[in-house]
């Protein structure tokens, strides 16, 4: 069979209507499928030795998430290799990584399997990859032919990635762009909320504003500061990260500014504080709220005037440092309560980043999901680690109170579960290896808290103890799903239990 000439016009304008539109990738691969008559077809960015999917089609959706290495993926890697057409035999025993993933033929083994390498002159950019449970389903089809796509496909991506790069705002000069290949994870979504804050990612990184990373316990807020920092001119100098909750108020001015021998008992030489390690660089606080307002003070003066002052010296020190901070508490409240400095909120918030919960990116949650599915197959050596379609409604449905981390690790426990129960190394999740009524919030009854002849803050202990309590209690004394219940981190939990005089 030969492609007509009309068919071939049809792919090249496809290719090149509106190159910038998101969906571009998307209506290509689409008439491919048509075209070609395949059962599945995916359009593969590569990137720092692994494909990242752009588009997919007849495949499961999880499939956008997932993050194909070239050593955990014997098929692609032949495709990366090869420099032309790779026709894979029906019988070949390299494993698909698109087994089982395809809706509708779960418990089938893909059969038809060609891969197109992607080239921008000598450089490998990306692979098309088709598929089809006939196993003679492309052997119609010439290799001149499957060239040409090749070769449309490769101009059409390549351009697409250049005008990707040049509308980005913070092209920064030398870098590169590879995230593996700096050490940078990914943010992975592709939701309204997360792309207008990879945007807004953008927009900031390039400058040397300060940030305040705002959003609740689990949603990535680390991550969020690690792509500020990578995509910054900063980024060859240290990204240095302090946890201000679980800083003891005793040495947490030595921690942030340093000391000099001798300044107090154990100063036994100098030191460094963050600050200083991060000169040139980024210094990224998380928990922020969590600092006392001493702390708050001398915070604020090296965030107006660039100097620091170690414990136990009375010489100044310069530093060139970019702040980075995070809470999953409302200063705005907490300035209003007197607990946190009004001027050192606005000094921090000079551009804040709301990291929306994973409630508000529903439509993530099934890319995430792909995502560290194949995280735990390339962990556990397994072949194969797929959602059924029921699983992943049931994913999609939860309402994820510990957001990404809490998704994150109910996959990994799924996947445990599911391998204890095979024999061979492939594992399909279904909502039987998932148990979410654990980290439900507990119904805390309403028992009035006592009040008479005491003050606000004896009233608000008292009922934190009450609330801790019951939350305790609710799930059989285990802290951590104490901590998830009541949508705490579970250091801060303990410190708070510990505050109120509770056993913790």
Not at 22 to 35: A, C, E, G, N, V
Not at 38 to 49: K, P
Not at 92 to 108: A, F, H, K, N, R
Not at 468 to 479: F, G, M, R
Request: proline content about 4%; overall charge negative; some cysteine.
């Amino acid at each position: 069979m030969s492609f007509s000439t009309e068919a071939l016009a049809k792919i090249a304008i496809e290719l090149q209507s509106d190159i910038g539109h998101p969906d571009r990738f998307s209506r290509l691969i689409t008439t491919l499928r048509q075209l070609l008559g395949c059962d599945a077809s995916a359009l593969l960015r590569y990137d720092a030795h692994q494909f990242i999917p752009l588009a997919i089609d007849g495949l499961a959706k999880d499939v956008l998430g997932r993050r194909f290495s070239l050593e955990g993926h014997p098929r692609l890697e032949a495709i990366a290799r090869a420099g032309d057409v790779v026709r894979f035999p029906a019988d070949s025993d390299l494993p698909d990584p698109y087994d089982g993933l395809i809706p509708g033929q779960e418990s089938l083994k893909v059969h038809a399997c060609l891969g197109l390498p992607l080239f921008a002159g000598q450089n490998l950019i990306g692979a098309l990859t088709l598929d089809g449970m006939d196993e003679h389903q492309f052997d119609s089809y010439s290799d001149e032919e499957l060239r040409l796509i090749a070769a449309l496909v490769s101009g059409a991506l390549n351009n697409a990635l250049l005008i990707a790069r040049l509308e980005s705002q913070n092209v920064l000069p030398g870098q590169s762009g590879d995230a593996a290949a700096t050490g940078e994870q990914e943010i992975i979504g592709l939701s309204s909320p997360m792309l207008q804050l990879k945007k807004e990612i953008e927009i900031v990184a390039a400058s040397d504003l300060n940030v305040l990373i705002g959003g609740e316990t689990g949603t990535g807020k680390e991550l969020v500061a690690r792509a500020i920092h990578q995509h910054s001119l900063r980024a060859a100098h240290p990204l240095v990260y302090l946890n201000c909750a679980a800083l003891p108020e005793s040495v947490a001015e030595s921690e942030l500014f340093g000391h000099v021998k001798g300044a107090f008992t154990g100063a036994i030489s100098h030191r460094s504080g963050k600050f200083e390690i991060a000169d040139r660089g980024t210094l990224f606080l998380d928990e922020i709220g969590e600092l006392s307002l001493s702390l708050q003070a001398k915070l604020l003066r090296v965030l107006q005037y660039g100097d620091i002052q170690r414990v136990g010296d009375d010489r100044s020190l310069r530093v060139d440092v970019r702040v980075l901070a995070a809470t999953n508490r409302d200063l705005r409240e907490e300035v209003l309560a007197g607990r946190f400095r009004a001027d050192l909120f606005h000094r921090l918030s000079v551009f804040p980043l709301a990291v929306p919960s994973l409630r508000e990116r529903s439509d993530d949650v099934v890319l995430l999901a792909g995502y560290f599915c194949e995280q735990c197959r390339l962990r556990m050596g397994l072949s194969q680690v797929v959602l059924n379609p029921a699983a992943r409604a049931q994913l999609k449905t939860y309402g994820w109170p510990g957001n990404v981390r809490e998704l994150e690790h109910a996959i990994h426990r799924a996947v445990v579960l599911a391998r204890a129960a095979r024999t061979d190394d492939s594992v399909v999740l279904t909502p039987g290896h998932f148990s979410f009524e654990a980290s439900s919030p507990p119904v805390v009854q309403s028992n009035p808290v006592h009040v008479e002849a005491v003050n606000l803050r004896e009233a608000t202990e008292a009922f934190q103890r009450q609330t801790i309590t019951q939350a305790l209690e609710s799930q059989q004394h285990n802290w951590a799903a104490a901590a998830r219940a009541l949508s705490l981190d579970v250091a801060n939990l303990h410190r708070l239990a510990k505050r109120l005089g509770m056993k913790a």
